[in-house]
């Protein structure tokens, strides 16, 4: 199948946004206080060694040069220096997320998993007690910051119960799914729902609203004049086409998710990339600042471009409307 | 009329959060700055009912007076925005085509900019700050309010009597700020309330990672960094920011559904 | 085999059907007309036993000797979509749209007849045909929005009919399509249920749909039974004054076509 001229146009509007994304970052990191030749040398460093140094980082080219040669860069794989470890960007970044990816998803995996059939049987008894609990739930989810709920859960789960520690990650290890694993996964599940509940919470009601509005539609009355039951014309009619909605709140919460994620990580003292950006930021490393942010405002918009996309697949109509 | 119970609840919570914030100006319980090392740490009792801080202050105090800079961020930065986004949102309606979608595609890259990531830019050009906290969250309302008011200016772009505006002689300008603003203004009210709850929710983040307002100035996102330290020995200390949060968030989104309940009889989208 | 006895229908306070009676017997055609609000749909849906949960209904309708308003849940399951079908008015939005029509067609059989999906397939490729739906083996695997209006409604007969019910219900079949295709659908009805021996309920606003096909006619008016009787009958000469109205609503080309019916 060829792309359609829409899906073009909206492919390169999105890799246009992205460009003028990368652009906004790197203006407001040049305009940043601070000579990284300076932070990498310290201030007491001789003013031929700094100059040296600027030359072999090509500090001193023009500022659209320095611009497209972090692009490629980036493209390339190749980031750069961090100022303060010394370590490339990219390889720093490429060990975090072995943190973050991890948690981002196992947040995503419990919060759908918690949410969609919460929703869903709250919109099937509606008005009742169920509903209304999941109601109160999804309420009380929203109002409530993320990073408290970390902290309230290292109070109760690993201050008092003792059954997960209080924070920080022993690494995956060398031996893959043993010992090693576990200690990773028991040192992510607080974090991953501390991150999920919001989530869950406005995921539920999505579901709800969304399960509710398909039930009153027609084709839900030809699936039952057919001989299905209620819970099966829910489960085979009216969930599926409730999800478009679900989904599309799912991609409009990842900055929210990743905002969660450089809290949470604090709190649990997780080598994540939000904790990675937190620092760089306090330890003035700008080049790992620029590189993470970048990263994260990728990642959210490509998530909203494949929302859109996946979109497109769920809803057939979609397809002819374009 | 019967008045959602929603509405009734989130405009009595939120009277008082915002109550306590103004009076903090001008009383506390006691001297939020005063620190007392003999009482520190202490359980909330009858002379200070939310107990004592690592230094001895009285913990409702230093509440309130958070109260007073989180709320007052929080709607700044959401009235900056929502305003900048609206008109974005509004011009975007009116003018269609390229405009439209240059609109857009801004929106786009801005929503790409969560408040904290907006932040930790910002906090790298300035320092942290409320004037960063203020802008990072700001920027990110900015293309929320655009989507809202422009889909909900095209509904009214639509109606006949735009037409007969139109037919009388009257401009794009004209007809929005005669029109289109004054009918998408319910909608705009609600969102409004949404998003300042949305609002202190970033400025709590914010502060507890130490990128909004400096010390002395409280703000309850920094009471609970700083609470982390005595999680065991004093849970109090995290239990009332937590809850001052939470409760003033939940306020404003039942504040908003109850004015979208009121606004919208046929209940609008979660969300 | 169908026999409604002082059937009422409210919903809150406020009444959709004031006691009607009728009777339908197997290879005939009842056809229901009268303006929208008038209860036809509310009557169809008490027959499906799928009123809301906030009507109310009294009376008896009886299907093969049993009560359909108190038949427990699980019974009717079996019963609709096997001994009664029905047919919907909106063909654009009866259909699932994220589901393939062949899907949506098998669905009854399978769970009815627990056919397996194979032995479905072969069946809706000949209820396809039935229906006159062209190159059945290409729509087969078509969404509802791949196809036209007229196609979708025929999608939806083919539903109804997919087990051969004993009653089917149409309500208002043909009233979101345009003319041409109206005739085509009447048509398909028509010839099926002589074909297979079911009694049909023609719900419709049109009396020119109900002449069309209908042996005998059912008047409704803010929920209360005008007249019935053999269509011909309450055609040419109408008992009532509001049956009267609805004659002279009609266009006079349409009506002409009526005096002249046999």
């Known amino acids: 199948m060829t792309p359609s001229p829409s899906r073009i146009r909206r492919l390169a509007g999105a890799a246009l946004m992205l460009l003028v994304t990368s652009l906004v970052i790197f203006l407001l990191i040049e305009a940043a206080p601070g000579d990284p030749a300076e932070i990498m040398l310290g201030t007491s460093a001789q003013a031929d060694t700094l100059a040296a140094l600027r030359d072999q980082l090509g500090l001193d080219r023009p500022l659209m040069v320095r611009y497209l040669a972090w692009l490629g860069g980036v493209v390339t794989g190749n980031m750069g220096q961090s100022y303060t470890y010394g370590v490339p960007v990219a390889g720093l970044i490429a060990e975090r997320m072995l943190v973050t990816l991890p948690l981002t998803l196992m947040a995503t995996l419990l919060a759908v998993g918690v949410s969609v059939p919460l929703g869903v049987m709250a919109a099937a008894r509606q008005g009742r007690a169920g509903d209304g609990l999941a109601t109160v739930f999804a309420q009380m989810g929203i109002a409530v910051p993320n990073f408290w709920i970390g902290l309230l859960l290292i109070l109760v789960f690993a201050l008092k119960l003792g059954w997960f520690p209080v924070g920080g990650f022993p690494g995956w290890g060398d031996a893959g799914w043993g010992d090693a694993g576990w200690g990773a996964i028991s040192a992510l599940i607080l974090p991953a729902v501390a991150l999920a509940i919001p989530q869950a919470a406005v995921l539920t009601r999505v579901t709800r609203a969304a399960v509710l509005d398909v039930a009153a539609e027609d084709f839900i009355r030809t699936a039952r004049a057919k001989g299905l039951s209620r819970h099966r014309a829910l489960w085979r009619h009216t969930v599926p086409n409730a999800l478009l909605p679900v989904v599309t709140m799912l991609g409009l919460q990842i900055p929210f998710l990743i905002s969660g994620a450089v809290l949470v990580e604090n709190v649990f003292s997780l080598p994540g990339i939000g904790t990675l950006a937190y620092q760089a930021l306090s330890q003035r490393d700008l080049i790992v600042v620029q590189n993470v942010v970048l990263l994260f405002a990728a990642i959210v918009l490509a998530v909203n471009a494949g929302t859109d996309a996946l979109y497109a697949r769920l809803d057939p109509r979609l397809k002819a409307r374009q | ?271 | 085999m169908l026999s409604i006895r002082n059937l009422r229908v409210t919903f809150g306070e406020r009444p959709a059907l004031n006691g009607i009676d009728l009777s339908l017997a197997r290879g005939r055609t009842l056809g229901v007309v009268g303006e929208s609000g008038s209860g036809k749909s509310v009557m169809a849906l008490a027959v499906m036993g799928l009123l809301p949960r906030t009507a109310r209904a009294t009376g008896r309708i009886g299907f093969d000797g049993r009560d359909i308003l108190t038949m427990p849940e699980r019974d009717l399951c079996a019963l609709r979509g096997n001994r009664i079908g029905m047919i919907f008015q909106e063909p654009m939005t009866a259909l699932n749209p994220a589901m393939r029509i062949g899907a949506q067609i098998a669905e009854g059989l399978i769970l009815h007849q627990g056919l397996s999906r194979r032995d479905a397939r072969a069946k809706v490729m000949h209820l396809l045909d039935m229906v006159r739906i062209p190159r059945a083996a290409e729509r087969i695997d078509s969404f509802p929005h791949e196809l036209s209006g007229g196609q979708r409604q025929r999608v939806g007969i083919a539903i109804a009919l997919a087990l051969t019910p004993d009653l089917l219900i149409a309500d208002e079949p043909t009233t979101a399509l345009d003319v041409t295709v109206q005739a085509q659908i009447l048509d398909i009805l028509d010839d099926l249920v002589a074909e297979l021996g079911i009694a049909l309920m023609l719900i419709s606003h049109d009396l020119g749909v109900i002449a069309r096909i209908a042996d005998d006619t059912l008047v409704l008016y803010r929920g209360t039974l005008i007249e019935q009787g053999p269509t011909e009958r309450v055609l040419r000469r109408p008992g009532h004054d509001y049956t009267r109205t609805l004659l002279d609503a009609l266009p006079p080309r349409v009506r002409a076509t009526l005096r002249d019916a046999p």
């Open chain 2, 1 to 271: 009329m019967r008045l959602p119970k929603s509405l009734i609840l989130g405009a009595a919570i939120t009277a008082i959060m915002v109550g306590a914030a103004v009076l903090s100006r001008v009383w506390t319980p006691a001297d939020p700055t005063a620190m007392n090392i003999v009482a520190r740490l202490q359980a909330p009792d009858a002379a200070h009912w939310f107990g004592t801080d690592p230094i001895g202050r009285d913990v409702l105090s230093i509440i309130m007076a958070g109260a007073w800079t989180s709320l007052g961020i929080a709607m700044l930065a959401t009235a900056i925005g929502g305003a900048a986004g609206t008109l974005l949102g509004v011009t975007a309606a009116a003018r269609g085509g390229r405009a439209e979608r240059l609109v857009m595609g801004f929106n786009g890259v801005l929503f790409a900019f969560p408040p904290i990531l907006s932040a930790i830019l910002l906090g790298a050009l300035m320092g942290p700050g409320a004037v960063t906290a203020i802008t990072a969250i700001g920027v990110f309302m900015v293309p929320v309010f655009a989507r809202i008011s422009r889909a909900a200016a095209i509904q009214i772009w639509a109606r006949d009597y735009i037409s007969a505006a139109r037919m009388a002689g009257k401009n794009d300008i004209r007809i929005t700020a005669e029109h289109v603003l004054p009918n998408i203004l319910p909608q705009i009210i609600v969102q409004l309330a949404i998003q300042t709850g949305l609002a202190i929710l970033s400025e709590a983040g914010l502060s507890f990672l130490g990128m909004g307002v400096s010390p002395p100035t409280p703000s309850w996102g920094r009471m609970l960094s700083e609470s982390q330290t005595y999680l065991a020995a004093a849970p109090h200390l995290v239990l009332a920011p937590g809850l001052a949060i939470a409760v003033t968030v939940l306020g404003l989104n039942l504040l908003g559904d109850g004015l979208r309940d009121l606004t919208d009889p046929r209940r609008g989208q979660a969300g």
